[in-house]
Structures are given as C-alpha cells and as structure tokens.
C-alpha cells in the first residue's frame, strides 16, 4: 500500500515524472499514482496544486504540493535520509542535469513542425550522446553507473529519457546508443533500465511512440492558425 500522506500527479509517458517515482523507488517509498491524462484538458487537481505553471508532476507530501522534477528530486533525497544511497550532490562538472540530451531538444525532434528543424535537432542528439559517452567515463570512474556504484542524480536525469531515445531512433531510422559509437552509454543503458527501481518505470516503446504521436498531433492542432 502507498503512504497516506505521499503522492506523485503525473503521466506514465512524462520523463519529469519517471525521475520522481524513480527516485522514490530507491528510497523504498510508496506512494499514491495519480494520472493527468495529457491529452485531455488539465485536471482541477494539477490546476489546483500548479497554478503558476500547470503543469507535471506534482509531489504531495503531508498534503502539501511541490513542483519541478529536480526539486522534487531534492526535497526526496533530504526527507527520506534512512534508506538507500543519496541521490545528490550533483557532480561539479555536470552543467545540467540533462546536459548532452536537452528535452528541449528532444522535444524539437518529436514536435517540430518542419523537417529542417528536425533534422537540426536530430544531429545534435547525435552530438550529445557522444558528449555523455565521454562524460560517462570521467564521472563513473570506471562503475556502473554515473553516479558510481549507484544511481544518482544524472543517471535519473538521464535514464528517464532512454524510452524517447528509442521512440526517436525508430522514427529517424538510426540507432542513437549504439555499441559501434557509444559502446559504455549501451552497458550504463542496460544496468539502469533492469534495475529494481526503474524497470517498473521505464514505458513500453511502442505504447510510448503511439503516444508521442497523439501528443503531437493535439499540440499542432492548438498552435495551428483559427480561421
């Protein structure tokens, strides 16, 4: 059973929201899954606790709401002292958590209206995953993971996105994490998305794929000129 007092309002597809229930799986936490469905309009719940910005995910605690994975993120890592290994701090030398693969990036190519926008953004995921494959070998020190030994923060910064990495390769046709370029992002990849607090996380392709394409087609139809 969930703890009474913990809550996650998010969507099963949201990256932001898969770093939460990430995070709340490896401190042993359980919690109440409320779903905001996306493609319907805004539930009074996500209006009610995000008013600012409306949007996911929310984390309830003793009723009381926070927003923005990455605080979230903290606000779990401070609360939950007892279990697990620390999520934080963030590495000095990492400028952002989602530094390589920017959402905004990936957002283009999953969004974009053009197909010269798209394939701007697909090479400079292509750029990125080169970047973090360095990156991997200077801060994991030779482990399993970014974080080392364990999960950290950019390996759930990160690991969230990998379901969008695959949707993305699918529909450019090119893998993005391959053993030819990227051999160690493949090894962190598979120990991440077979850990006990992710694997029940990470979305099926396909379903996430299908989604990512309802979801494009109702942001363009809001952003398409009204006669």
Known sequence: MAESNVKVLGTWAS???MRVKIALHLKSVRYEDVEEDLLAPKSELLLKSNPVYKKIPVFFHAHNPICESLIILQYIDEVWTTSASSIL???MNVPNPDFGLPMSTIRRLLIGATEEDK????AEVVGGTVVLEGAFGELSKGKAFFG???IGFVDIALGSLLGWIEVIGKQ???KLVSEAKTPRLVQWADCFSAHEAV???LPDVDKLADFGLKLRAKILKALAPTN
């Not at 394939?119 to 697909?122: E, R, V, W, Y």
């Open 89 to 91: 701090p963030i590495p």
């Open 119 to 122: 394939k701007a953004a697909l």
């Open 199 to 201: 694997k029940d996380v």
């Open 15 to 17: 990256p932001f929201v």
């Open 148 to 150: 080392g030994d364990n």
């Open 172 to 174: 450019c046709e090119t």
